[in-house]
């Protein structure tokens, strides 16, 4: 699961905040790639939610919980 693409909607955001007082002209494209961005990150999110109702599930089934830490530098 790779995470969501966000260049288009920072770029967005960016220049929203840049103009003040002005309105903002964008072209189709700008705002169909910042739409398939969005849907991008509502996957990305119903993704996450299903893994959490996974490990949700297999929490309530298992009596034991073990946590193992590996790391060289604490």
Do not use: C, W
């Not at 905040?17 to 790639?33: A, D, H, R, T, V």
């Amino acid at each position: 699961m790779r995470p969501p693409r966000t260049f288009h909607i920072r770029e967005f955001i960016n220049r929203s905040e840049n103009i003040s007082g002005q309105g903002l002209l964008f072209q189709k494209e700008n705002i169909l790639n910042i739409a398939k961005e969005l849907a991008d990150i509502l996957a990305y999110t119903l993704e996450l939610e299903n893994q959490i109702q996974d490990l949700e599930q297999k929490i309530e089934q298992n009596e034991v919980i073990s946590v193992e830490i590996i790391s060289e530098n604490f």
